[in-house]
């Protein structure tokens, strides 16, 4: 009975919030498709999307660049895929446009009170602090590693999977367990042990865990986590122990990832200095916390979340981008045999010189392998948007005028504080005034001719927003292309990949992260099934 008059307590504190905060401000004038319903809004409609940017797609197409949406209680929202727009929040005014209190308190939960969560001077602090263990030499160090467990992977399949099996094999599992190895060497110099399945905590508490979390949540899930934006902060704390599946999921992935993460802080706070030559980004954060200045420290909360952050987005987001690069070379053979020829060719040319590894500079002038990372990252963006809300009054402009609903042709658009704001990232990288007129196509070539000097500047690499933009861009952008160069060259010069002689339609589901499944398939989990066979 108490928590019921406490529910009520909330709801009714919430409403009275909701009204105040909707009489200052109206989109009316900005049009878009009508509300499917006023308790809800679009809420349902776009996170219970088939795939991910259907509506996006649709909505460009029907009204511009720009348009209105509406959320719950019949709240608007400004929903844009415009260049301009995208460049003034997350660029100009990076900490004018904070991210939603509710999607905040839900990346808490997977990632604790790390960079991604982090607001306002925290998040300065948090960027500040860790910006040199992701500067342009230290990440050059780590490219021996990336190529040493990719060929571990490479060795495996050869020896364990295609010899035992059909020829399908489910590459982003196995793209998963390589990339958590890799985050764990080149962060903690820890070895999560995914690929021998030695120590297989992390990889199974990972494992669809998108799927048990995000998946189509439960319209009153939706409506519930809405609410949380009006709840005092001092309240926020309690809200991860809403008794849905989906949060005991996401609180026992955090209490395994914590088991972990002490055992690592544990053995790198036992001494570390400048001597020991240890290159991974903990150990640099811990010598960086020996400092007596407070505003160059984590606690040991913030330094645990950090390296939460680092495991969950530093491995799930390039072991997807691959799985969905092979996936597209897979149907196009001709491009994936052009990629493998550049390979060889490249490596003719170390071993000419009497080296056995490709540098960076070899991979970097591998222009076929990173126009397919590219265009990947564009037509696969695994984060496909984000949500912000205006702290200050403000003008947004935008590059692509659109007209309103009374006729008016419409460059800027005023909002009030506490507007909210969704960044559709899936819909900017197909815009065709951007990508030109085949957008909607896998095309790596599009990149040999596209001159970024004529467009505007927003996206941290390639000008995509794959990555989000600005000071609160991914800081480990630099770390998962290099990531990717180096595990495409290992897995193309040894492997092709075809499709599955047995039929999957591969759907690009909005589950957080954009995951595949196999349609009316779901049992199969979060899988990319492709052929794999020996280059001979």
């Not at 904070?98 to 939960?109: N, Q």
């Not at 690009?508 to 794999?532: F, H, N, Q, S, T």
Request: hydrophobic share 40%; net charge neutral.
């Amino acid at each position: 009975m108490q928590l019921l008059v406490l529910v009520l307590l909330f709801a009714l504190a919430a409403a009275i919030r909701i009204v105040f905060r909707r009489r200052y401000r109206s989109l009316s004038h900005i049009r878009g498709p009508p509300s499917p319903s006023w308790l809800f809004g679009h809420d349902i409609a776009t996170v219970r999307q088939q795939e991910v940017g259907e509506l996006d797609f649709k909505w460009v197409k029907e009204y511009g660049a720009t348009w209105r949406i509406a959320s719950h209680l019949g709240t608007q929202v400004l929903m844009t895929a415009d260049p301009k727009a995208m460049q003034h929040i997350f660029h100009k005014s990076g900490y004018n446009y904070a991210k939603r209190r509710d999607h905040t308190e839900v990346t808490k939960m997977f990632t604790g009170p790390g960079i991604i969560s982090a607001q306002g001077e925290v998040h300065q602090r948090h960027r500040k602090i860790m910006n040199p263990a992701f500067s342009a030499p230290q990440l050059r160090s780590f490219l021996t590693l990336f190529q040493d467990i990719g060929t571990k992977m490479c060795d495996k399949w050869k020896t364990e999977v295609l010899d035992s099996s059909s020829g399908t094999v489910a590459v982003n599992k196995w793209l998963a367990r390589t990339t958590l190895d890799i985050i764990g060497e080149a962060a903690f110099a820890y070895d999560y042990g995914a690929l021998d399945e030695r120590n297989d905590r992390l990889s199974s508490v990972y494992n669809n865990i998108f799927l048990k979390t995000s998946l189509h949540p439960s319209k009153w899930l939706v409506f519930w986590r809405s609410m949380w934006n009006y709840f005092p902060d001092s309240l926020l704390r309690y809200v991860q122990y809403t008794p849905t599946a989906e949060h005991r999921h996401m609180r026992h992935m955090t209490r395994v990832f914590h088991e972990v993460s002490s055992e690592v802080l544990d053995e790198l706070t036992g001494g570390i200095s400048d001597e020991d030559g240890k290159k991974d980004v903990m150990s640099i954060l811990v010598k960086a916390n020996s400092s007596e200045d407070p505003k160059t420290q984590l606690d040991y909360v913030e330094m645990t979340a950090q390296m939460q952050s680092l495991t969950f987005a530093g491995h799930e987001t390039t072991a997807s981008t691959l799985s969905w690069m092979l996936w597209e070379l897979a149907k196009h053979p001709e491009y994936q045999a052009k990629m493998r020829e550049e390979i060889r060719a490249t490596r003719a040319a170390v071993l000419a010189r009497g080296e056995t590894r490709f540098t960076i500079d070899d991979l970097d002038s591998m222009t076929s392998v990173m126009n397919a990372i590219k265009e990947t990252l564009r037509f696969h963006p695994i984060v496909f948007g984000l949500w912000r809300e205006a702290v200050h009054d403000d003008v947004i402009p935008l590059s692509e005028p659109i007209v309103s609903a009374t006729g008016e042709v419409i460059d800027s658009i005023p909002v009030r504080a506490g507007q909210w704001i969704s960044c559709s990232f899936c819909a900017y990288n197909r815009l065709p005034q951007v990508w030109g007129a085949d957008a909607d196509t896998w095309n790596p070539d599009r990149f040999l001719h596209i001159d970024l000097t004529k467009q505007v500047r927003v996206g941290v690499f390639a000008n995509l927003m794959t990555f989000s933009a600005g000071i609160r861009g991914c800081i480990g952008w630099r770390f998962s292309v290099i990531e990717m160069q180096a595990l495409a060259a290992e897995l193309l010069e040894r492997f092709e990949f075809g499709l599955p002689e047995e039929h999957y339609e591969i759907m690009r589901v909005p589950a957080g992260l954009m995951i595949p499944l196999v349609k009316d398939k779901l049992e199969l989990g979060a899988v990319m099934p492709l052929r794999v066979s020996l280059v001979h």
